[in-house]
């Protein structure tokens, strides 16, 4: 079949691949380049965790809205302007964490998704000549103190329950395994299931150039919709025509939500908009990439220099970004590593993660025309789980039995 794969980024390259290697024509749509800077794939935290499955609402979370509302500089915060637009997803998202059952719930239907990534990741960028990107050495999470872990014990717990194994490292165990780490750490957990990739940019635009070396055509335009006779798909639109096809993924990131309207579902997908800082030459090089506790960030080393990166911002697609919350990183990376130079030189970003308010995502048959397969709202998960998202994708256009049971991503939950 000719399946048009609506986006450029990790989900989409990846399920390009995986559609080719079925023996299907791929015609990929983005109006971007794969792994340029305008898309998420580029500029998040590089990690593959599959100990990630604890979504981001929680109980008693309605307590802090003030808090995020008045806080521009905080891990999370909302902007008042974009407040009215956000209740509905807000509510809903308050709603999806209010008891530890549905948190658990969340948890059971992600861990499939992440599970193994790193070595998913690995096989397919071994596939695609990339194979340098993708390591596997565990990631580090570091408190000041053991209380501070404890403190989460329930999420901890939770990843326990999920199958999430790590070694616990008393202060001179942490300081002998990352010297370049601040000593007032002094408890960490070593995660030895999680990766990384590298450079996520170049790993993207590498999958897709692979893509196309499989006969792949990139077309840089932006679909606007499709043309759906009785339910059945003729072809997707762009604004520079249309391309007649079979099938579609709808793999466009935050900006899905107007196509997967058009295919008959209306879902609630907001973008949190996230924020990285890259320090050249930092004159440190840590063992491991580093999540402090009390930081809310990813410390990684990439070819480009020191990478942190986080935050959350809910302020919608067109506002500007506010680099303030750039420097809070930056500034942020002297009270993990105090042997960074003086001086630094320091490159910022900002790029919009594709978020639905219970922290699945949508992956599935549309619901107005089955020729067209949701496949977008990762939230922070994106990158670790694109590997099996794709495998799942292909499976679905292709009509065989996934090895994945799609139905916690169905749009139908909304």
Same mark, same amino acid.
Request: glycine residues 10%; neutral net charge; aromatic residues 6%.
């Given at each position: 079949? !000719?399946?048009?794969?609506?986006?450029?980024?990790?989900?989409?390259?990846?399920?390009?691949?995986?559609?080719?290697?079925?023996? *299907?024509?791929?015609?990929?749509?983005?109006?971007?380049?794969?792994?340029?800077?305008?898309?998420?794939?580029?500029?998040?935290?590089?990690?593959?965790?599959?100990?990630?499955?604890?979504?981001?609402?929680?109980?008693?979370?309605?307590?802090?809205?003030? @808090?995020?509302?008045?806080?521009?500089?905080?891990?999370?915060?909302?902007?008042?302007?974009?407040?009215?637009?956000?209740?509905?997803?807000?509510?809903?998202?308050?709603?999806?964490?209010?008891?530890?059952?549905?948190?658990?719930?969340?948890?059971?239907?992600?861990?499939?998704?992440?599970?193994?990534?790193?070595?998913?990741?690995?096989?397919?960028?071994?596939?695609?000549?990339?194979?340098?990107?993708?390591?596997?050495?565990?990631?580090?999470?570091?408190?000041?103190?053991?209380?501070?872990?404890?403190?989460?014990?329930?999420?901890?717990?939770?990843?326990?329950?999920?199958?999430?194994?790590?070694?616990?490292?008393?202060?001179?165990?942490?300081?002998?395994?990352?010297?370049?780490?601040?000593?007032?750490?002094?408890?960490?957990?070593?995660?030895?299931?999680?990766?990384?990739?590298?450079?996520?940019?170049?790993?993207?635009?590498?999958?897709?150039?692979?893509?196309?070396?499989?006969?792949?055509? *990139? !077309? !840089?335009?932006?679909?606007?919709?499709?043309?759906?006779?009785?339910?059945?798909?003729?072809?997707?639109?762009?604004?520079?025509?249309?391309?007649?096809?079979?099938?579609?993924?709808?793999?466009?990131?935050?900006?899905?939500?107007?196509?997967?309207?058009?295919?008959?579902?209306?879902?609630?997908?907001?973008?949190?908009?996230?924020? *990285?800082?890259?320090?050249?030459?930092?004159?440190?090089?840590?063992?491991?990439?580093?999540?402090?506790?009390?930081?809310?960030?990813?410390?990684?080393?990439?070819?480009?220099?020191?990478?942190?990166?986080?935050?959350?911002?809910?302020? @919608?697609?067109?506002?500007?970004?506010?680099?303030?919350?750039?420097?809070?990183?930056?500034?942020?990376?002297?009270?993990?590593?105090?042997?960074?130079? /003086?001086?630094?030189?320091? *490159?910022?970003?900002?790029?919009?993660?594709?978020? /639905?308010?219970? @922290?699945?995502?949508?992956?599935?048959?549309?619901?107005?025309?089955?020729?067209?397969?949701?496949?977008?709202? !990762? @939230?922070?998960?994106?990158?670790?789980?694109?590997?099996?998202?794709?495998?799942?994708?292909?499976?679905?256009?292709?009509?065989?039995?996934?090895?994945?049971?799609?139905?916690?991503?169905?749009? /139908?939950?909304?």
């Amino acid at each position: 079949m !000719h399946v048009v794969v609506v986006g450029a980024g990790v989900i989409g390259a990846a399920t390009a691949v995986e559609l080719l290697r079925d023996g *299907h024509r791929v015609t990929i749509v983005d109006p971007g380049e794969a792994g340029g800077t305008q898309a998420a794939s580029y500029g998040n935290s590089t990690l593959l965790n599959p100990s990630s499955v604890i979504p981001m609402s929680s109980p008693g979370l309605w307590r802090k809205v003030p @808090g995020y509302l008045m806080d521009p500089l905080g891990p999370l915060t909302i902007r008042w302007s974009y407040l009215p637009p956000l209740l509905p997803w807000m509510w809903r998202f308050l709603r999806a964490g209010a008891t530890e059952a549905r948190v658990a719930a969340t948890a059971r239907a992600l861990r499939p998704l992440l599970l193994n990534a790193p070595e998913r990741h690995s096989r397919l960028a071994t596939e695609a000549g990339l194979a340098n990107l993708i390591t596997q050495q565990g990631v580090l999470f570091a408190f000041p103190k053991r209380a501070d872990f404890e403190a989460e014990a329930r999420s901890w717990q939770l990843r326990r329950e999920m199958g999430v194994q790590w070694l616990e490292l008393p202060e001179d165990e942490l300081r002998q395994r990352e010297p370049a780490l601040d000593r007032r750490y002094t408890f960490g957990l070593l995660v030895e299931e999680n990766g990384q990739c590298r450079d996520p940019g170049a790993y993207v635009k590498g999958l897709a150039s692979y893509a196309g070396g499989l006969g792949a055509v *990139h !077309h !840089h335009v932006r679909a606007t919709g499709f043309s759906i006779e009785a339910r059945r798909l003729r072809a997707v639109r762009t604004a520079l025509g249309d391309i007649a096809c079979e099938k579609a993924v709808i793999a466009a990131g935050a900006w899905s939500k107007v196509l997967a309207k058009e295919a008959g579902d209306r879902v609630p997908l907001e973008t949190e908009r996230g924020y *990285h800082v890259v320090i050249e030459n930092p004159g440190i090089e840590p063992r491991y990439p580093v999540m402090p506790s009390d930081g809310k960030m990813g410390c990684v080393m990439t070819p480009q220099g020191l990478r942190l990166a986080g935050q959350v911002e809910l302020a @919608g697609l067109a506002a500007e970004p506010n680099w303030r919350r750039a420097d809070v990183l930056r500034d942020f990376a002297r009270h993990v590593f105090p042997g960074l130079p /003086t001086e630094m030189r320091v *490159h910022t970003w900002m790029g919009h993660r594709p978020s /639905t308010p219970d @922290g699945l995502p949508c992956i599935g048959l549309a619901s107005g025309c089955p020729d067209v397969v949701h496949a977008f709202g !990762h @939230g922070h998960v994106g990158l670790t789980a694109g590997a099996a998202t794709a495998r799942l994708v292909a499976d679905l256009v292709s009509g065989e039995r996934p090895e994945i049971d799609p139905t916690p991503y169905s749009v /139908t939950r909304f």
